[in-house]
């Protein structure tokens, strides 16, 4: 079947396939946010968001997924030699043909039959997979995918690649070094949820947490985080400013959540632990400051929310690029041990202009609508190409 076959029996709204892969939170949530602001902006057009790993072979999702969990955790070290090593091109080879082994088929009759006019990869390894296909109707489809970092590596590069969706202006210049044309290349920001564009009611949140107005609020992320990290930070940075109050977020990290349990922080007036929530912006909206692992999503959720970070760590590769970009903006503060974090974010608890300017440049670089422009700019690359 041709391409002009294929594509031409989309005769009703348009289409847009979304495709992530679940090795890391940071691409599902930026996969869920598109498919929101189309859902939010553009009703009309038929969206589908899928994991690409749903139809990899059992061996292959096993390594991906628990593989990249196991490492950057247990060996972080590891993981930022292999990120190094292979951001070269011609290291790459295998692992895409890894990929075609693993997926290439349920992969291409899953695009059969879905006829989408846009393939947009919250990761580059379903798209680059799909431009390369011997179907010439499938590798015709328009590809765009999302850097979700702050730094960009080369696996993210295809030549056959539509459209890059990029955060700033300098990872724009870092994508263009790899041959990219420049008119390519989308400075949208990173997809968050649109629910970060809407207003809060910063008091009704407080009294819904019972957080006094006139004291300071630190709000802790879970990722990497264990309760005996937290149990010293606490009282750490109360050294500084005793009546700082904490919330204390173990979200989808089920370890944290356990120690947490059995924690005396639980007890601890002022502290209010919480496992999963569906309510970050709320939660970031109040706080003066978030501990926070350097994921490329979550940090633009802050940076939406104007709320400075502190980084007690930084998983090597991508997260280091991620840290480096918001200490060189100085919306971060970074250190490792309980104490030096409390003594960094000190300044930020008790310093209203110190704060105030820090909030400012939050504010500055964040992008809480990035998802609705991405959504607005796939629509028109699907009408310039239906032109």
């Excluded at 009703?12 to 902006?41: C, D, N, T």
């Excluded at 009294?207 to 006139?214: A, F, I, W």
């Excluded at 709320?282 to 940076?303: H, N, R, W």
Aim: charged share 20%.
């Amino acid at each position: 079947m041709s391409a002009v076959a294929l594509r031409g029996t989309n005769l009703a709204a348009p289409r847009v396939l979304i495709l992530h892969a679940s090795g890391g939170m940071g691409h599902v949530k930026a996969a869920e946010a598109v498919a929101a602001a189309f859902a939010q902006r553009h009703p009309d057009v038929a969206v589908r968001n899928v994991n690409v790993l749903d139809f990899a072979r059992p061996v292959f999702r096993f390594l991906y997924e628990d593989g990249y969990n196991f490492i950057s955790a247990h060996w972080p070290g590891f993981w930022g030699w292999l990120y190094r090593r292979y951001d070269r091109p011609s290291r790459q080879g295998w692992l895409v043909a890894m990929t075609r082994w693993a997926m290439e088929r349920p992969l291409l009759r899953l695009v059969r039959e879905f006829n989408p006019d846009f393939i947009l990869g919250a990761h580059p390894m379903p798209t680059r997979l799909l431009a390369h296909v011997r179907d010439p109707a499938v590798a015709a489809i328009p590809t765009g995918v999302v850097v979700t970092d702050y730094g960009c590596h080369s696996f993210w590069v295809d030549e056959k690649t539509t459209r890059y969706y990029v955060a700033t202006d300098e990872v724009k210049a870092c994508v263009g070094g790899f041959r990219v044309p420049w008119q390519r290349i989308a400075v949208t920001g990173i997809p968050i949820d649109p629910k970060f564009a809407r207003p809060i009611d910063v008091a009704a949140v407080r009294r819904q947490l019972r957080l006094p107005d006139d004291r300071p609020v630190v709000l802790v992320i879970g990722g990497l985080l264990s309760a005996r990290y937290l149990e010293q930070l606490v009282p750490a940075v109360r050294a500084h400013v005793p009546a700082a109050q904490f919330l204390l977020v173990s979200g989808r990290d089920r370890t944290l959540e356990r120690q947490l349990g059995a924690s005396p922080l639980r007890r601890t007036a002022g502290v209010t632990v919480l496992g999963f929530i569906n309510n970050l912006e709320e939660l970031l909206a109040v706080a003066d400051v978030a501990v926070t692992k350097a994921g490329g999503l979550t940090v633009s959720e802050c940076l939406a929310q104007g709320t400075p970070m502190a980084l007690p760590s930084a998983i090597p590769g991508q997260e280091e690029d991620n840290r480096a970009f918001l200490l060189r903006h100085r919306v971060a503060v970074s250190a490792m041990t309980p104490a030096a974090l409390a003594a960094a974010v000190t300044p930020l608890l008790t310093d209203r202009v110190q704060a105030a300017e820090r909030r400012a440049r939050c504010r500055a670089l964040g992008r809480p609508n990035a998802a609705v422009d991405l959504a607005d700019d796939i629509l028109r690359q699907i009408r310039m190409s239906g032109a």
